[in-house]
Structure formats: structure tokens, C-alpha cells
T-cell receptor
Framework: DTGVSQNPRHKITKRGQNVTFRCDPI?????LYWYRQTLGQGPEFLTYFQNEAQLEKSRLLSDRFSAERPKGSFSTLEIQRTEQGDSAMYLCASTNPQGAGANVLTFGAGSRLTVL | GQNIDQPTEMTATEGAIVQINCTYQ??????LFWYQQHAGEAPTFLSYNVLDGLEEKGRFSSFLSRSKGYSYLLLKELQMKDSASYLCAPRGLTGGGNKLTFGTGTQLKVEL
């Protein structure tokens, strides 16, 4: 297992376009989290899945944002009608409440979005 | 809600010891994590405290006082590669009990 994988690593888009990011968590991890990080700030929680169920969403997640985890494995985060304020690093993390390393969030390298 | 306070920047000398403090106020508390993040990279796990006291792991130690809402990360024998951002993250009771709320991070610069 190579850890949490995210792609694309970088995305440059024009304002108003839609973008989609993908996250492949560690295979045995049933919990998956999306965070957003802007320069000089810590990561901010966006949403959380347990298996395929989206159990919590932050108020930061406007109606332009949607996340899915259809089969309880990989997840996608889509941003519609992007705005310049959406420019950030989008981080995915996964964990398992049991077993070795239980409850430790393992992060992917992130997908950096630049909206022009 | 949660409020987390840690210094924005710190500078220390190679070989020295540095202590990074974090104070927090949370509506629900289920332990506190410290993560290290190098520029442009993912945060990586350093330590986890759920009970009061000191947890030591090699050159890194972390302390927690739940009654005071206070934690610190202690880095010994500093190396140049320790230059990074250090994120304090209390764990809440929501998000499956794994949701972390991160501080803004302390940017540590290690100098010769």
C-alpha cells in the first residue's frame, strides 16, 4: 500500500469552470476526510465519510461543493462554478478506528487548485 | 466551537531544544495531535496525547494538560530538517471521533 493518493496534484482553472479531485485512501481505512488548506493556515475540515456514507459536512462546504464515496473506497470532491476564493490545497485523509495506528489521520499529498 | 492558539513563527539553532506551545478551547475533547508539515507536503503524524502528562518519542515529546487546555511539543537536538510547520490539533467528539481541528501552525526555522 502506498498510502493516501490524490490526483491531480495541481489544477489551474478559469473562474466559473468545474473541477474534480480524486482521493484513494489506504485500503483498509473505512473513514475518509476532506480538508482545505490555504497559505499560512492549518487545514480546515470540509467533510467526512464512513464507508460510503457522508456523515458530516462543514458549513464551509457551500452548495457548489459536492463529495462522494460511492463504493466506500475512493472519493471525489467536485467544485462547481469555481471562484478565486476556492484557490487552496485540498487534502484528503483516511483512518481506521481499530488496529495499528487507530484514529491517526494519514494525509495525502494534496491537490492544489489555482483559480484564475 | 474550537479556538486554538499557537505562535506563528519560531527560530532556533541546530542542536538546541525548542518548545512549541498550544492552548485550546473546545466544546468536546477526545485527545490532541501534533503534526509536522514541510512546505508543499502533506501533514505527517508526530504524536497523540489523550491523558495528562508527557509522551516521549525519540527527539520529540508532547505534553498535555486537559484542565488547562494546554499542550506543548518539545523538539530536542534540532536538525535542519526539522524546519517545518508544526500543527496542534485537538480531536473532537464529532466526525466519528476522528475529526481534527487544526491551529494555524507554528513555522519553525532551524538555523546553523
Amino acid at each position: 500500500d502506498t498510502g493516501v493518493s490524490q490526483n491531480p496534484r495541481h489544477k489551474i482553472t478559469k473562474r466559473g469552470q468545474n473541477v474534480t479531485f480524486r482521493c484513494d485512501p489506504i485500503s483498509e481505512h473505512n473513514r475518509l476526510y476532506w480538508y482545505r488548506q490555504t497559505l499560512g493556515q492549518g487545514p480546515e475540515f470540509l467533510t467526512y465519510f464512513q464507508n460510503e456514507a457522508q456523515l458530516e459536512k462543514s458549513r464551509l462546504l457551500s452548495d457548489r461543493f459536492s463529495a462522494e464515496r460511492p463504493k466506500g473506497s475512493f472519493s471525489t470532491l467536485e467544485i462547481q462554478r469555481t471562484e478565486q476564493g476556492d484557490s487552496a490545497m485540498y487534502l484528503c485523509a483516511s483512518t481506521n478506528p481499530q488496529g495499528a495506528g487507530a484514529n491517526v489521520l494519514t494525509f495525502g499529498a494534496g491537490s492544489r487548485l489555482t483559480v484564475l | 466551537g474550537q479556538n486554538i492558539d499557537q505562535p506563528t513563527e519560531m527560530t532556533a539553532t541546530e542542536g538546541a531544544i525548542v518548545q512549541i506551545n498550544c492552548t485550546y478551547q473546545t466544546s468536546g475533547f477526545n485527545g490532541l495531535f501534533w503534526y509536522q508539515q514541510h512546505a508543499g507536503e502533506a501533514p505527517t503524524f508526530l504524536s497523540y496525547n489523550v491523558l495528562d502528562g508527557l509522551e516521549e518519542k525519540g527527539r520529540f515529546s508532547s505534553f498535555l494538560s486537559r484542565s488547562k487546555g494546554y499542550s506543548y511539543l518539545l523538539l530536542k537536538e534540532l536538525q535542519m530538517k526539522d524546519s517545518a510547520s508544526y500543527l496542534c490539533a485537538p480531536r473532537g467528539l464529532t466526525g466519528g471521533g476522528n475529526k481534527l481541528t487544526f491551529g494555524t501552525g507554528t513555522q519553525l526555522k532551524v538555523e546553523l
